[in-house]
């Protein structure tokens, strides 16, 4: 029978054969309308759980430093240009309501104007962090006590991926990780991809206003999540020291949960920098949760509060050499 496939295990109808009157099947893990219907939720989010640790493990991402705070902080530049384009939009608009909007715009800007010199010291603190993770690496693997679960390999990893070593010399240590954003996080994606041999991450949030990650992520280490509470537990689980930024709502959430980990003892201990000291102390009464009894003096001391790159890396520091020693 002419265009009868002679291999088959029977012999094709000729409607099979001459591909006519065919009903179209999908395969149920092709089907996209159930993927991302209310059914499919459980398989999306194991997704989010499996998919980062299988790609974790690919590049050997053993440990981070994870870095957040504001998207709305701009360089020196990005500000004056922004204002400039306002000035510009004022000067030509006729509309009271539109000079109103522009007029608000600049009133937002020059209120983040004190932003701009932080971009900096982020971008040259996670640039130290990175040269640290590349030049003690001695020191760095000496504190640690295990491997993060997604190195210990299934079945199937050790029949298919036998060739995945795990001596230490392979790890990547102390990746700078943002959320992938702009701002303070591109600043300090930015500072760590400027080291030669460096890696840095980004685990971003699937945004309407935001097309993908900024430019510095390390290619194959750019992650989009649906959910937060996935991509709050990839930022969490290999992270052994944070820097937070000045920051909103999105900040101060991640900010509370972290300490809410350390302080249930969910997570171990590590450095936790409060980079700019003046925010930090301002926005938050420290102090005052002490004095009232809701958390203790000694869980505020063991924060760092500094405005100096210098001091951060060397608080970074000191806990290796003493977790390590130890």
């Excluded at 690919?58 to 000035?87: C, D, P, Q, W, Y």
């Excluded at 409060?274 to 930090?280: D, R």
């Excluded at 790159?309 to 608080?315: G, I, L, N, Q, T």
């Amino acid at each position: 029978m002419p265009g009868t496939d002679e291999s088959a295990p029977y012999v094709q109808k000729i409607d099979d054969a001459q591909k006519r009157a065919l009903v179209p099947a999908v395969k149920s893990y092709n089907n996209e309308a159930f993927l991302r219907s209310t059914q499919g939720r459980l398989i999306r989010i194991l997704c989010e759980f499996e998919e980062p640790a299988a790609r974790l493990r690919k590049n050997h991402i053993r440990s981070t430093v994870l870095l957040f705070g504001s998207a709305r902080s701009m360089t020196k530049e990005e500000h004056k240009a922004a204002m400039e384009s306002r000035v510009t939009a004022l000067k030509s608009a006729t509309d009271p309501q539109e000079k109103t909007r522009i007029e608000t715009e600049m009133k937002r800007l020059r209120s983040i104007e004190w932003m701009c010199e932080w971009m900096e010291r982020v971008t040259e603190l996670s640039k130290r962090i990175a040269e640290f993770s590349l030049k003690e690496k001695e020191l760095i693997n000496a504190s640690f006590s295990r491997l993060p679960d997604y190195f210990r390999p299934s079945l199937s990893a050790v029949n298919k991926e036998a060739d995945v070593d795990a001596e230490a010399d392979l790890f990547h240590d102390l990746v700078v990780t943002t959320g992938g954003g702009p701002g303070f996080m591109e600043a300090a994606n930015k500072g760590a991809s400027s080291v030669p041999g460096a890696l840095t991450m980004g685990m971003g949030i699937s945004l309407p206003f935001e097309a993908g990650l900024n430019r510095y992520v390390t290619a194959g280490l750019a992650f989009t999540f649906h959910y937060f509470f996935t991509r709050k537990f990839w930022m969490m689980y290999s992270c052994r020291a944070i820097v937070i930024a000045p920051g909103g709502f999105g900040t101060m959430d991640e900010v509370f949960e972290l300490l809410t980990l350390r302080q249930t003892r969910k997570i171990p201990e590590f450095p936790i920098v409060l980079f700019c000291t003046k925010f930090w102390k301002t926005v938050v009464n420290w102090e005052a949760l002490a004095e009232f009894g809701t958390i203790s003096k000694e869980e505020v001391d063991s924060l760092c509060f500094t405005d100096s790159v210098d001091e951060a890396v060397a608080f970074i520091r000191n806990f290796f050499v003493k977790n390590g020693a130890s």
